[in-house]
């Protein structure tokens, strides 16, 4: 089927790319030229393993291509995805302008029935403002679905979300809407579930602060374990193994972080209360979140006494292991809150260290070209995001290069009784000292 996606950033590259891998033909949009430009010369503007081989397969079998023009989208497509960003106001709740502005673009180029899908992440009714919208602005009077097909793809391994859904939301009023939709998706072989278009878009922020509260359920118990002498590995693979829980999303550390968890709370939260249904149930989240940070630099300034001139490395930048961003990144607080009480930090990150330095984001720190490197000379060493890479780093040479071999394991990623017989100090997350 010819699909259109606007906005070519993470989710519509993604979805466009897994889009053409299936067999439809897409055409994604941008109103940044340079983008466009770059993503027809080949280059792929983010990371994300598998992304580039999709977009270079599905370019070359003319399934995949590119414009600046959402008239042309529109004209060559049967159903039209909105992917453009929904980004947060300092209020938490969410800016929908981008939204508003491609439904007017959409509504002044359409001239026959198309199905527009909203893929963004978008508070409850939106839906329906995006549909009161083309129809104001639609001098055709063309007819037209507006449909809710929330993503539900995490960055590292976007692409096999994408291809290997879990299932697939579909929030549709219309027979005809949900029939196309419905083929759209068939190659993916995932359950379907369709709604409304309401209960569509709920879904999105449900899921995520659900997700997001299991983690922070799993930090306030390290918090409960510390103090008591427990141990939180062994205490989430105890509850986690019952089906009802889960394992999964029970891994205590840092807190999350990222452009999604942080911003769909706050959203939800805003969104909770302007429907005069107060969520106060997930502001306990947020703050348990930040808490968890706080609690990790309570702990190395009481190991180290005074932060201020203390040489400490950082072993990741990024949000989270095996993708370069670097946005809302718990790492990257950190790493602010050791530069503000005067020590001196060195980081290194696989990743995330060409845009933390390209936008600034931990001025002060000093960036190494090695785990080994930072940890030179260093008096404590702080693991902020558990990239593989740093397990096959030689841990008995980091020892010895440390001036003072104090570990803080922010992820729980090695091993404490192993890194003790290297000769470290080691401090886990909700572990014994
Ligand atoms: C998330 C959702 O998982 C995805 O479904 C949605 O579409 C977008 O938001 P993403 O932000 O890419 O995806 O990352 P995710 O893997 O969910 O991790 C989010 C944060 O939670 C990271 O900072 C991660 O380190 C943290 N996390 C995750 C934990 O602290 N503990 C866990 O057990 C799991």
């Given at each position: 089927?010819?699909?259109?996606?606007?906005?070519?950033?993470?989710?519509?590259?993604?979805?466009?790319?897994?889009?053409?891998?299936?067999?439809?033909?897409?055409?994604?949009?941008?109103?940044?030229?340079?983008?466009?430009?770059?993503?027809?010369?080949?280059?792929?503007?983010?990371?994300?393993?598998?992304?580039?081989?999709?977009?270079?397969?599905?370019?070359?079998?003319?399934?995949?291509?590119?414009?600046?023009?959402?008239?042309?989208?529109?004209?060559?497509?049967?159903?039209?995805?909105?992917?453009?960003p929904t980004p947060p106001q300092p209020d938490g709740s969410v800016d929908l302008t981008y939204i508003e502005?491609?439904?007017?673009?959409?509504?002044?180029?359409?001239?026959?029935?198309?199905?527009?899908?909203d893929k963004s992440t978008v508070p409850v009714k939106t839906g329906e403002k995006v549909a009161d919208?083309?129809?104001?602005?639609?001098?055709?009077?063309?007819?037209?679905?507006?449909?809710s097909?929330p993503e539900f793809?995490?960055?590292?391994?976007?692409?096999?979300?994408?291809?290997?859904?879990?299932?697939?939301v579909?929030g549709?009023?219309?027979?005809?809407?949900?029939?196309?939709?419905?083929?759209?998706?068939?190659?993916?072989?995932?359950?379907?579930i369709?709604t409304d278009i309401n209960s569509a878009e709920l879904i999105k922020h449900a899921a995520n602060s659900f997700l997001a509260l299991k983690i922070s359920y799993a930090n306030a118990l390290s918090a409960i374990?510390?103090?008591?002498?427990?141990?939180?590995?062994?205490?989430?693979?105890?509850?986690?193994?019952?089906?009802r829980i889960g394992?999964h999303f029970l891994?205590a550390g840092l807190g999350y972080g990222g452009s999604c968890f942080p911003k769909d709370l706050a959203a939800f939260i805003a969104i909770a209360e302007d429907i005069g249904v107060p969520f106060n149930l997930l502001k306990e989240v947020q703050q348990i979140n930040t808490a968890q940070r706080e609690r990790?630099?309570?702990?190395?300034?009481?190991?180290?006494?005074?932060?201020?001139?203390?040489?400490?490395?950082?072993?990741?930048?990024?949000f989270?292991?095996?993708?370069?961003?670097?946005r809302s990144?718990v790492?990257?607080d950190?790493?602010?809150?050791?530069?503000?009480?005067?020590?001196?930090?060195?980081?290194?990150?696989?990743?995330?260290?060409?845009?933390?330095?390209?936008?600034?984001?931990?001025?002060?720190?000093?960036?190494?070209?090695?785990?080994?490197?930072?940890?030179?000379?260093?008096?404590?060493?702080?693991?902020?995001?558990?990239?593989?890479?740093?397990?096959?780093?030689?841990?008995?040479?980091?020892?010895?290069?440390?001036?003072?071999?104090?570990?803080?394991?922010?992820?729980?990623?090695?091993?404490?009784?192993?890194?003790?017989?290297?000769?470290?100090?080691?401090?886990?997350?909700?572990?014994?000292?």
């Amino acid at each position: 089927m010819e699909l259109c996606i606007i906005g070519s950033g993470y989710v519509g590259l993604t979805t466009g790319a897994c889009f053409a891998e299936v067999g439809h033909k897409v055409i994604c949009v941008d109103n940044d030229q340079r983008k466009i430009d770059a993503l027809r010369a080949g280059k792929v503007p983010i990371y994300e393993p598998g992304l580039e081989d999709l977009v270079h397969r599905n370019v070359s079998a003319q399934r995949l291509s590119f414009n600046n023009s959402i008239e042309y989208g529109v004209d060559n497509a049967k159903i039209v995805f909105i992917a453009v960003p929904t980004p947060p106001q300092p209020d938490g709740s969410v800016d929908l302008t981008y939204i508003e502005r491609v439904a007017r673009e959409i509504a002044a180029v359409l001239k026959e029935y198309r199905v527009v899908v909203d893929k963004s992440t978008v508070p409850v009714k939106t839906g329906e403002k995006v549909a009161d919208t083309i129809k104001r602005y639609n001098k055709a009077s063309a007819d037209f679905d507006v449909v809710s097909n929330p993503e539900f793809l995490r960055e590292g391994c976007a692409v096999d979300d994408l291809m290997n859904p879990d299932r697939i939301v579909i929030g549709s009023n219309s027979d005809r809407a949900t029939a196309l939709m419905k083929q759209v998706y068939e190659p993916f072989l995932a359950p379907v579930i369709v709604t409304d278009i309401n209960s569509a878009e709920l879904i999105k922020h449900a899921a995520n602060s659900f997700l997001a509260l299991k983690i922070s359920y799993a930090n306030a118990l390290s918090a409960i374990c510390e103090a008591s002498g427990a141990d939180i590995e062994r205490v989430v693979d105890g509850i986690g193994s019952d089906k009802r829980i889960g394992r999964h999303f029970l891994n205590a550390g840092l807190g999350y972080g990222g452009s999604c968890f942080p911003k769909d709370l706050a959203a939800f939260i805003a969104i909770a209360e302007d429907i005069g249904v107060p969520f106060n149930l997930l502001k306990e989240v947020q703050q348990i979140n930040t808490a968890q940070r706080e609690r990790f630099v309570k702990r190395v300034r009481d190991a180290l006494w005074v932060l201020k001139e203390k040489r400490i490395a950082v072993w990741g930048l990024t949000f989270k292991p095996d993708t370069d961003d670097v946005r809302s990144s718990v790492a990257v607080d950190l790493v602010n809150d050791f530069i503000r009480e005067g020590a001196e930090v060195t980081v290194y990150d696989p990743k995330g260290m060409d845009k933390a330095a390209e936008f600034n984001l931990v001025p002060g720190a000093k960036f190494a070209d090695s785990p080994l490197a930072a940890a030179m000379g260093a008096e404590a060493l702080i693991l902020a995001t558990e990239w593989k890479e740093f397990l096959n780093v030689d841990m008995e040479e980091v020892c010895k290069v440390m001036h003072t071999p104090m570990l803080f394991d922010g992820r729980n990623l090695f091993d404490p009784q192993t890194m003790r017989q290297f000769g470290f100090q080691y401090y886990g997350i909700g572990r014994k000292v």
